[in-house]
């Protein structure tokens, strides 16, 4: 699909995505993030990150979400009509996000509404899950948008 070809009408219940995040994560990335929108020591200092609550260097919850952010534009957004953001509901952090880990994401459509006052878009609602291979969920949560109807 060539760009902002879904729209509204194209989504339905139980539909899905997936995209895999090209590379690993890396530790320098990881410090680079954290020192510009969350330096907090587990975050920018390996070292010392092993002495933290969790024991490990790990990214920012934030840098997390914001990768997750890239991976459903890549996989999803990049090709869908999107007007808007609307809410983000049950985001949970179910794991640290180490150095070297592998991310993806997938994206399934939980629920289509219509637009109560508004004739040219709807709402979609996904279920948002980003996984580290080989050890499950490390951030869920559910997106609604407002997504523009075929005119």
């Known amino acids: 699909m060539s760009a902002s070809e879904m729209f509204w009408e194209q989504f339905s219940v139980g539909q899905a995505w997936t995209h895999h995040r090209d590379e690993a994560l890396a530790q320098d990335e990881i410090i680079a993030f954290a020192k510009q929108y969350d330096p907090l020591y587990m975050h920018t200092d390996p070292v010392q990150a092993l002495s933290s609550p969790l024991g490990v260097h790990c990214a920012s919850g934030v ?8 991976m459903l534009c890549d996989a999803l957004f990049s090709v869908t009509h ?15 996000v180490k150095p070297r880990d592998r991310l993806s994401l997938t994206a399934k459509v939980m629920n289509v509404s219509q637009h109560a006052r508004r004739d040219d878009c709807g709402w979609v609602t996904l279920a948002i899950a980003v996984q580290v291979a080989g050890t499950g969920s490390v951030l869920t949560y559910d997106l609604t948008v407002l997504i523009a109807r075929a005119k």
């Open 63 to 70: 840098h997390t979400f914001a990768l997750a952010q890239r």
């Open 82 to 96: 999107v007007v808007a953001g609307h809410r983000i509901e049950n985001f949970i952090m179910h794991r640290p």
